[in-house]
């Protein structure tokens, strides 16, 4: 069994994660990144395509195209964070940091490409892996990537994700709808500034602002079903810079998750007429800028049990867990609307490695003994999925 082997590459398989996590970078803007991939990917004799989709990495082992292919994911870009770990591999990259776990991600997929072709004789059929940039940022790398042909005679994708919810030993998954669809907003709310001593001759963008937020989150409460979940959330609300001052403009950001197209719909129309309601009873005008975010994850039910099973033959997976759908996003999911897959999530989280922080902290950090479990789900599924083929 390969993955009888995976644990001789333990020491390496931290490096590399170690090595990246010291050298984030951001989304769209990712250079010595996919060059260390694609470097790592030739040393092992891999055929390597680069500049997918932009700056996606594709390796492929093709050796027959009328054998079945499945190929597996792994994304890289990094988060406009600081780095706020007292740890010797902390990034080196003024605000810039792994958050989220794709350097793990990046590193799971490359050992797992090392030993896969070590022994691709004992595989009869076709891999490709597919290294994608941009997942934290829309319209995101999949898509860019999918585009230029990166499925080509893909039948079958999977994928993982780091998760700090779960315990080092957990694998998650679910059959179906796994997350969101994660929309992006933005106002700028224009008024008439002035003296804070006379409000009455100016149009108040600060206190439209309040009452916006106050009215946004009846959307939520009574303007959607209680069936369909939604989440509204405001992130960012910014105006004036002094206290006398009424200021001309006020900005305000955040996000919608819904799980389906009606929903999210509902979401944007009523959101418009918050901001048309504002204008009637303020004098304010605005700008909106809106943008839908990913599909929703829907993992197909063949590839997530052959997941499952795969994960039951691995002695350190002690438990596996079915998830409740996440309102997360995550554009895995463009590939899902390709080819059939499913996408996992590997438990790294150990409150005594101080590894139990949210994705997206400043402290973020994974008990790194997990990824070794990701690299061993892979494997098993790779072997488990041509099992059948001669």
Known sequence: ??????????????KIRRYLHMHPELSFQEE???AYIADYLRS?????????????????IIKDPALPTL???ADFDALPIQDEKEVPYRSTVPGVMHACGHDAHTAVLLITAKILSQHQDEIPGNLV??????????????????????????DAIIGQHVSSSLPVGQIGYKVGTVTGIPDDFWITLQGRGGHAAHPDTTIDPVAAAIRLCNDLQYIVSRKTKPTAPAVLSI????????????????????????????????MYQELKNCLEGLVTTTGITYDLKYLKGYPPVVNTEKEMMLIVEAAKKIESVTELVELEPSLGGEDFSYYLQR????????????????AD??????KFDIDEKGMLNAVKVFLQSVEDYFSGVK
């Open 129 to 154: 892996f597919i290294h994608q940039h941009a997942e934290e940022v829309d319209p995101g790398g999949a898509i860019q990537m999918i585009a230029d042909d990166c499925l080509r005679g893909v």
């Open 1 to 14: 069994m390969l993955t009888q082997l995976a644990d001789q590459y333990n020491d390496e398989l931290i």
């Open 235 to 266: 992130t960012m609300l910014n105006a004036g810079e002094q206290n006398n001052v009424i200021p001309d403009t006020a900005f305000i950001g955040g996000t919608i998750r819904t799980f389906d197209a009606e929903t999210q719909n509902i």
């Open 339 to 354: 080819v059939p897959g499913a996408f996992f999530y590997t438990g790294t989280r150990n409150e005594n490695f101080k």
């Open 44 to 60: 092992l004799g891999i055929e390597v395509e680069t500049g997918v989709g932009g700056r996606g990495v594709v390796g492929r």
């Open 32 to 34: 010595k990144t996919p």
């Open 357 to 362: 922080f949210p994705h997206h902290h400043p």
């Open 71 to 73: 190929a597996i994911r």
